[in-house]
């Protein structure tokens, strides 16, 4: 155990510090800083080192929380990096991005706050960086198999990584210009600066795993003939079908869809794009949706310089403290406040939108008129539905507007014509209870096959995909398999 009064001498959590919000909204750069080593082992000496590990519970990895927060505690990092690394292939990206279910089900939280064991993950992740330990782990043995793995967010990373280490030969395919998936064009830099993805992929090639851009499977190479080629396949195409709105003046120009913002505004800043072709600069912009999407386009339209920026949800403002129906253990929805939501904006509740104001007869060059508003009433609930309220409509200002209402699912690509793979009635990849669709060696792990949910979800089914993987290929295997395949029956971000 770290301490074994730690948690009674320390009662606060304490976090890393941010960037300060005037500086950080003049670039891309993360806003997350360093923790200084003394708060750090601190802080990881709160934990108690339960007999029973809730937080182990809460892991979709199966993190191994009490004993790396025992070995920082000891300032013994690099013994506490690679407890870590045993069962997570990306700290890097749990520590920065993930939402943490694992202090929500911390023992010390039930009278206490959890202990900050995100952030004692990021900082072995820094430290990993610092001393330059992203050493490739090549196979001893090569074996005759060959896998095609399609997508390169990080279920299909993890499950590359995992299978590319067990020996067999992985390719893996994405259709975009570069590898990472949301975590190149989604997630914006100011929460992950694209060189930590860099460094994991410039390891992974070294090991061997192959990468190759630009071909979309299903269009340029039919599944099929991927499954010809390779012994097995793994879809990890994510659930990239975003969720619409079609209320009166949807066409209307400037109506977006958050992914193309923030993905265009990414590729801008990774300099793969010149131009903006959609740009906040001096505008309002009203966000439709308050999740992780939304408070993304909140800090990405500050920082191209928007005018105001507003964002709606159609629900009740959560609670600060759990509810009666989150109770501990369980992940509660609490009010959020993000990183961008410190930066500006204003959040509106119970706000739902009725249509979009157009500029009357101005037509622009695609024969569209442009948006200046949105009408939005008070959300009523009828008979377990949220309806707006008639008489309460109110029209608010808007020149941009961005709709972030989460993802109903994969896209179909040619799956089901091409390998007859079926979708689930949530519209996600059908499975079993090995990773497998219903087309012989055709696995589906992530988003595509769980609905669009998080990164550590994503890591734990590429890990848990590639252990059913060998198995089928080899008949046996060693490799951990932390989760069974379970689908998010709705979309979060
Ligand atoms: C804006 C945004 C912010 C987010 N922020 C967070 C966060 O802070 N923390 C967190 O935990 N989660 C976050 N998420 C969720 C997280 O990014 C996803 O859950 C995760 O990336 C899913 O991983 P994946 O590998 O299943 O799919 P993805 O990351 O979606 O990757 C799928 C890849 O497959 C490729 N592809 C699709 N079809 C084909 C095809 N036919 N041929 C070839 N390639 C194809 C796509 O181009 C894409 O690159 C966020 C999501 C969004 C949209
Ligand atoms: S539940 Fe919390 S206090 Fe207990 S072992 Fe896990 S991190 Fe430590």
């Not at 990890?236 to 009166?248: E, K, Y």
């Not at 939501?341 to 037509?363: I, K, Q």
Request: aromatic letters at 6%; one cysteine or more; a negative charge.
């Amino acid at each position: 155990m770290a301490d074994p009064r730690g948690f009674l001498k320390v009662t606060q959590r304490v976090t890393q510090p941010k960037r300060p919000v005037p500086i950080r909204l003049m670039d891309y750069r993360e806003v997350l800083q360093r923790q200084q080593q003394g708060t750090l082992q601190q802080q990881a000496g709160r934990c108690m080192d339960c007999g029973v590990p809730f937080c182990h519970n809460g892991c979709p990895l199966g993190n191994l929380i009490p004993e790396f927060n025992d070995l920082v505690y000891k300032d013994r990092m690099d013994d506490a990096a690679a407890r870590l690394l045993s069962t997570n292939n990306f700290p890097e990206l749990t520590g920065k991005l993930c939402p943490a279910p694992c202090e929500s089900s911390c023992v010390l939280g039930i009278n206490q706050p959890a202990v900050t064991i995100k952030q004692v993950e990021a900082e072995l992740a820094e430290h990993l960086m610092d001393a330059g330990d992203f050493t490739p782990c090549p196979p001893e043995r090569h074996t005759e198999y060959r896998v095609a793995i399609v997508g390169s967010g990080p279920a299909g990373l993890a499950a590359a990584q995992q299978l590319t280490r067990a020996g067999h030969t992985v390719a893996v395919y994405e259709r975009d210009e570069a590898i990472g998936g949301l975590l190149r064009f989604g997630i914006p830099d100011f929460k992950l600066e694209k060189q930590v993805v860099d460094r994991r992929l410039a390891q992974m090639a070294a090991e061997g795993t192959i990468f190759r851009t630009g071909i979309e499977i299903g269009t340029d190479i039919t599944w099929d003939a991927l499954r010809r080629d390779y012994d097995a396949v793994i879809i990890a195409t994510g659930a990239s079908v975003p969720r619409d709105l079609p209320v009166p003046g949807r066409e209307l120009n400037g109506v977006h869809h958050a992914m193309e913002f923030l993905a265009e505004n990414n590729r801008v800043v990774a300099g793969l794009k010149q131009e903006r072709s959609i740009d906040a600069a001096g505008k309002h912009v009203v966000i439709l949706g308050g999740g992780d999407t939304g408070s993304d386009c909140i800090g990405t339209a500050l920082r191209q310089g928007a005018a105001s920026v507003t964002t709606l949800a159609i629900g009740k403002q959560p609670g600060t403290e759990r509810s009666e129906n989150h109770p501990w253990p369980m992940m509660p929805v609490l009010f959020e406040v993000q990183s961008s939501h410190e930066e500006g904006g204003e959040r509106s509740y119970l706000a739902s939108t009725v249509n979009f104001v157009s500029d009357g007869d101005r037509h622009d060059a695609n024969n569209l008129n442009k948006v200046i508003g949105v009408t939005v009433a008070e959300t009523e609930f009828v008979a377990g539905k949220r309806l707006p309220k008639p008489g309460t409509e109110r029209v608010i200002k808007a020149d941009l507007v961005l709709l972030a209402l989460g993802f109903t699912g994969p896209e179909d690509s040619g799956l089901d014509e091409q390998v007859s793979t079926e979708f689930n009635n949530l519209g996600n990849v059908a499975r079993d209870g090995y990773y497998m669709t219903n087309a012989d060696a055709v696995f589906v792990a992530g988003d595509a096959g769980r609905g669009a949910s998080l990164i550590v979800w994503a890591i734990a089914e590429g890990r848990a995909c590639a252990a059913s993987v060998d198995k089928f290929l080899t008949g046996s295997t060693t490799l951990p398999a932390p989760v069974a395949p379970t689908d998010r029956a709705i979309s979060i971000i």
